[in-house]
């Protein structure tokens, strides 16, 4: 026998280690054995169940069915079954880890059902949107929304919304009386504040006129995730007996004051905020508590924001106002956009109000941008404190 050389004094050493870990894992039992016929009985019933009820789910919903008309993966299929949903919105994940041909995962579609109650929708909108935004846009340069349906908001309080790729319906609320209240004083307060700034205040950016709006589900541009949030400047709007006579009504307002102070920065915004506490004095009783507004000023058909992707695809937000009381509301928001002629009446006043109202202050000249109504279907306190919690007031 020859004294073993370094080479072997090391091979020695890694087969005893192997057989050391080899035998621990034997006694812990984890060391997979062939399967028993029952085994292999239970194991094929378990995959004969899964694709059962994966066919019945695709049946149920077709529109989760993969290009190419197949079963969708059984990965797909536990991420996508009610149950796997269910689940993840209770935990607050997304139903991939990523995006398709972004960095970070390859996975599939990230949305996830909401709430709300399963409806069958017939009709010209059953159809998915497109995944890719540049087949949105109409060659006149608009979009549709045709993942919200409001035919049945006036006459029953409901709105359609396709959240998750199913179509749900959801009560419209109004905003309670607490809300709207502080709402409307800090709103006033804001505009005393502009009077003695001079303009807005910096401390004026949280409070009751911006919002952080979260959404998710749409297509994911430069991110490996949907998940997204931006702070968006909203408000109230006049109810709809009233809504086309207040927009002629700011718009006059504008026109004559920028007549009048012409040259006097100072004296025009004074004037203006006069009118704006003025109005919201004089339509505090004409506003209608379940809504609120707001532009999507940066979407253009070369450019479309993560709030724009995810709306057209997933339009469920949440949106979360910075102050004392906090207030968070959720909603169904609904895109209009100035150009689409198939807008009501109402819409289009609607977009006209928003863009108003926004230019009254903000900018001179008459815009038309792309207008996002706010649809409240629940309302929660989420003040810091012991009393409120996050509890759900509406």
């Known amino acids: 026998m020859k004294a073993p050389n370094d080479h072997q004094k090391e091979e020695a050493g890694r087969s005893f280690y192997q057989e050391k870990k080899e035998a621990e894992r034997l006694r812990r039992g984890t060391i997979m054995k062939a399967p028993n016929d029952h085994q292999k009985e239970e194991a094929g019933r378990s995959l004969y169940q899964e694709k059962k009820e994966a066919e019945l789910y695709l049946a149920q919903d077709p529109l989760k069915q993969e290009q190419g008309g197949g ?33 970070g995962g390859d ?26 935004p540049g087949s949105w846009w109409y060659k006149d340069g608009f979009v549709v ?21 199913s179509w749900r319906e959801f009560k419209v609320i109004e905003l309670p009386e607490r809300f ?20 807005i205040d910096p401390r004026d950016l949280a409070g009751s006129h911006n919002a952080c709006v979260a959404t ?16 968006k400047g909203m408000g109230f709007v006049v109810k709809a007996p009233k809504l086309a006579e207040a927009v002629h009504q700011i718009i006059e307002a504008r026109l004559r004051i920028e007549r009048d102070t012409a040259g006097d920065p100072a004296g025009e915004i004074q004037a203006k905020v006069r009118f704006l506490a003025e109005f919201y004095h004089e339509n505090a009783a004409n506003f209608d508590r379940t809504k609120q507004v707001s532009l999507e000023i940066f979407t253009s058909v070369d450019f479309q924001t993560h709030t724009f992707l ?21 909603a169904v928001p609904q895109l209009l956009h100035p150009k ?6 109402l819409e289009k006043d609607l977009v006209s109000y928003t863009n108003a109202i926004h230019d009254f202050i903000h900018s001179h000249g008459d815009s038309q941008r792309m207008a996002c109504v706010y649809h409240v279907i629940e309302v929660f306190d989420d003040t810091p404190n012991e009393l409120s919690r996050g509890r759900r007031i509406a």
């Open 180 to 199: 709207v209240v502080w709402s409307l004083r800090a709103r006033l307060e804001r505009l005393s504040r502009m009077l003695e700034f001079g303009g």
């Open 107 to 132: 996975g599939g579609d990230s949305s996830l059902v909401g709430g709300g109650q399963p409806h069958s929708k017939l009709g010209e909108q059953a159809g998915p949107a497109e995944p890719d």
């Open 310 to 330: 995810n709306m057209m695809v997933n339009p469920i937000a949440s949106a979360s106002f910075l102050a004392f009381p906090t207030f968070e509301i959720r």
């Open 216 to 231: 998710y589900g749409g297509p994911c541009r430069d991110s490996s995730i949907s998940l997204n949030t931006a702070y």
């Open 71 to 103: 079963l969708m993966s059984r990965r797909d299929f536990l991420w996508k079954s009610p149950a796997a949903l269910a689940a993840a919105a209770a935990f607050g994940l997304t139903a991939a880890a990523g995006c398709k041909g972004r960095a």
């Open 340 to 345: 689409n002629p198939q807008l009501s009446s």
């Open 145 to 165: 929304h045709e993942a919200v349906d409001t035919r049945r908001l006036a006459a029953e309080g409901i709105i359609l919304a396709r959240v998750g790729g």
